[in-house]
């Protein structure tokens, strides 16, 4: 069987593409559900006669399983529309595995980046959403979606769910300090935004990795980037060689070991986390995006 390749071009990678994985659901409301296949995780919604599902998640093999555990889950409903979060692959690149015949909904700034990208696999967007608020309602779910400026990827989707006082953002906020290298984090605003969806009235808190948190963890991980951007300026002060990931692992961990030396995979991560937040500020950010003035990505919507 051939699968979807994303952008891969290299035909061994199949072996990865195809790999099998445990999906496993829990119920957080009457009508809402969250789904991991232990590392990455999404959400979907019982509508009234399908299922609106965010996300893909990012192998064919893996986009399979969360339809087969969403038709577990509500059995005899489709999937009709799924939310793209934002555009990289390993969130949503396979909805031509996971839905092939649902409406594809996303910001446009998103929808022009995967037309251009034509990735195999990932179906363009259909429904493209211009603006910062959206109150929505796909076959009777209603929740709103809400892009307030670059945070990750292009077009960035969170989503919020008044009545269980839910507030889902894929790849931006962690409930622990197992960030990658942040690609395609946007620094310059990420915090300023992430912190301002505290003016929702949430409690619980779906990341997209890792485990379902609450209101607490998600400030608390917006603390924790803050002050890695602060410890990440003081390295140029104490003029530690910000190139080495070991000498940048260790003067982060020592400065934010006592705050912050809690959080799960905080030792493992901090390094690279801090290799990534330095070249912001030695380079001045990467692209448009991180402009003081992050509204001139949303300038096609105004
Ligand atoms: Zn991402």
New binding site residues.
């Given amino acids: 069987m051939s699968e979807h390749k994303g952008i891969f071009t290299s035909d061994a990678v199949k072996g990865y593409l195809a790999a099998e994985a445990k999906m496993e659901s829990e119920q957080l409301s009457e009508r809402l559900w969250t789904v991991s296949d232990g590392k990455y995780r999404s959400i979907f919604v019982e509508a009234e006669s399908s299922v609106v599902a965010f996300d893909t998640f990012g192998t064919p093999a893996r986009a399979r399983a969360y339809a087969a555990e969403i038709n577990r889950s509500i059995p005899d409903k489709p999937v009709s529309t799924v939310i793209y979060t934002?555009d990289?692959l390993?969130?949503a690149g396979f909805a031509a595995d996971f839905a092939p015949d649902a409406k594809i909904v996303a910001d446009e700034m998103t929808a022009k980046v995967i037309a251009m990208r034509n990735a195999d696999g990932q179906l363009p967007v259909t429904d493209a959403l211009s603006g910062q608020e959206h109150s929505v309602t796909y076959d009777g779910a209603e929740f709103t979606l809400l892009n307030r400026g670059p945070v990750?990827?292009t077009g960035h989707l969170s989503a919020y769910f008044e009545d269980e006082k839910l507030f889902f953002s894929s790849?931006t906020i962690l409930a622990n300090a197992r960030y990658g290298l942040m690609p395609?984090y946007h620094i310059a605003n990420f915090v300023k935004i992430m912190r301002s969806f505290l003016d929702l009235d949430f409690e619980r808190f779906v990341p997209g990795r890792y485990e379902v948190t609450d209101r607490k963890r998600f400030e608390e991980g917006c603390d924790y980037i803050e002050a890695m951007q602060t410890t990440c300026q003081q390295a140029f002060i104490s003029f530690t060689p910000i190139w080495v990931h070991d000498a940048m692992a260790t003067y982060v961990q020592n400065e934010l070991g006592e705050r912050f030396g809690h959080l799960d995979g905080f030792k493992e991560h901090a390094g690279q986390t801090a290799i990534r937040i330095v070249h912001h500020y030695l380079m001045g950010g990467w692209g448009l995006e991180d402009t003081p003035d992050p509204g001139i990505l949303l300038a096609d919507e105004r």
């Fill in positions: 934002h990289h390993d969130h990750h990827g790849d395609d």
